[in-house]
C-alpha cells in the first residue's frame, strides 16, 4: 500500500506563507493524479488542487487561485502546495490524496485510493 505522508503545517499570521509537502512511499504506485483536500471543523472535505501526473498541469479552487501553487520534485514522489496570502478561512486540515487510475472528477474526495494523515494549518487574524 502506498503511504502518504503531509508536513510543512503550523500557525501563521494572516497574510503569511506556508508550504506543504506530501511524500509518497511503499508499494510502486503509479500516480494518475495527485491532489490537495482540506477540512475545516463542522465542513466538509473540499477540493483546494491537482495535478494530473503525466501532463503536470494543475487545476485550483476557486477559493485558492492566485494563491496557493501546486508542484512536484523531480523525483516526482514528492508534492508541494505554496500557500501565499493566507487568509483564516484558510485553516482546515490539510490532506495529500492520490489516485492510480483514471477518473472523471479530481475535484471529488471519493475518487482518490490513497490519503495521508494531514497536517494542521492555522491562521491567525
Known amino acids: 500500500q502506498v503511504q502518504l505522508v503531509e508536513s510543512g503545517g503550523g500557525l501563521v499570521q494572516a497574510g503569511g506563507s506556508l508550504r506543504l509537502s506530501c511524500a509518497a512511499s511503499?508499494?510502486?504506485?503509479?500516480?494518475?493524479?495527485r491532489a490537495w483536500f482540506r477540512q475545516a471543523p463542522g465542513k466538509e472535505r473540499e477540493f483546494v488542487a491537482s495535478?494530473?501526473?503525466?501532463?503536470?498541469?494543475?487545476i485550483y479552487a476557486d477559493s485558492v487561485k492566485g494563491r496557493f501553487t501546486m508542484s512536484r520534485d523531480n523525483a516526482k514522489t514528492t508534492v508541494y502546495l505554496q500557500m501565499n496570502s493566507l487568509q483564516p478561512e484558510d485553516t482546515a486540515i490539510y490532506y495529500c490524496?492520490?489516485?492510480?487510475?483514471?477518473?472523471?472528477?479530481?475535484?471529488?474526495?471519493?475518487?482518490?485510493?490513497?490519503w495521508g494523515q494531514g497536517t494542521q494549518v492555522t491562521v491567525s487574524s
Open positions: 490524496a492520490a489516485v492510480s487510475h483514471f477518473i472523471i472528477s479530481a475535484t471529488g474526495p471519493q475518487n482518490y485510493e490513497a
Open positions: 495535478m494530473g501526473w503525466t501532463s503536470g498541469s494543475t
Open positions: 511503499g508499494r510502486t504506485f503509479s500516480s494518475y493524479m
